[in-house]
């Protein structure tokens, strides 16, 4: 089983949709969870970040973890045509200072005009 | 603000030569270094981390190396590349636990 679970879509949607993106996990250790966006050939650029359990929120972006159900959401509201792209979860815990993200596989998202 | 610089953008080697590509971060001192490497469709795959100077832990046995010269710089090598050593190369930095930051990727495709 792998750490980090999400489902790879691809994921189409109608503009003005509102998206939801999921990871599961079963490091009960993990506290900090991310959220990256990557557009075609470029690197991944981080979106959210949130430490421990809770709702985070940032314009049409929210991130929610919910840590007794090993379970981190993103939700994009208002779903523009400039959303698509592949979104990644990324988590990490307290014991691993290194600083080495364990990436969920990415979810390819697509939102038609 | 900090910045990474990632280069070259994109690279076609033929199969046994050498490689190199370079990473070099500004605006923060003693990052967490990382190179990572992600094939077409699919997630992102660790292949080295370093945390400081010299310092360098690798993921995964393949047919790659990496060196930290200096504090913000990280390289990533080969000696000889095989037609599987294509794929798009990210180096990244963090300064703990949580946000890493990315470079713009270096697509290199194997001949």
């Not at chain 1, 959210?48 to 940032?58: A, H, L, V």
């Not at chain 1, 939700?75 to 959303?83: A, E, G, V």
């Amino acid at each position: 089983q792998k750490e980090v679970e999400q489902d790879p879509g691809p994921l189409s949607v109608p503009e003005g949709a509102i998206v939801s993106l999921n990871c599961t996990y079963s490091n009960s250790a993990f506290q900090y969870f991310m959220w990256y966006r990557q557009y075609s050939r470029k690197g991944p650029e981080l979106l959210m970040y949130t430490y421990s359990s809770g709702n985070k929120e940032d314009g049409r972006f929210t991130a929610q973890v919910d840590k007794s159900s090993k379970y981190i959401s993103l939700f994009i509201r208002d779903s523009q045509p400039s959303d698509s792209a592949t979104y990644l979860c990324a988590m990490n815990s307290i014991y691993n200072q290194g600083g080495k993200l364990i990436f969920g596989q990415g979810t390819e998202l697509s939102v038609k005009p | 603000s900090q910045t990474i610089h990632q280069w070259p953008a994109t690279l076609v080697q033929p199969v046994g030569s050498p490689l190199s590509l370079e990473c070099t971060v500004e605006g923060t001192s003693n990052p967490n270094l990382y190179w990572y490497r992600q094939a077409a469709g699919r997630g992102l795959q660790l292949l080295f981390y370093s945390v400081g100077i010299g310092q360098i832990s690798s993921e995964v046995p393949q047919n790659l190396s990496a060196s930290r010269p200096q504090d913000r710089q990280f390289i990533l090598s080969s000696k000889k590349l095989l037609l599987s050593d294509s794929g798009f190369y990210l180096c990244a930095w963090s300064v703990g636990p949580a946000e890493a930051f990315f470079g713009q990727g270096t697509r290199l495709t194997v001949v």
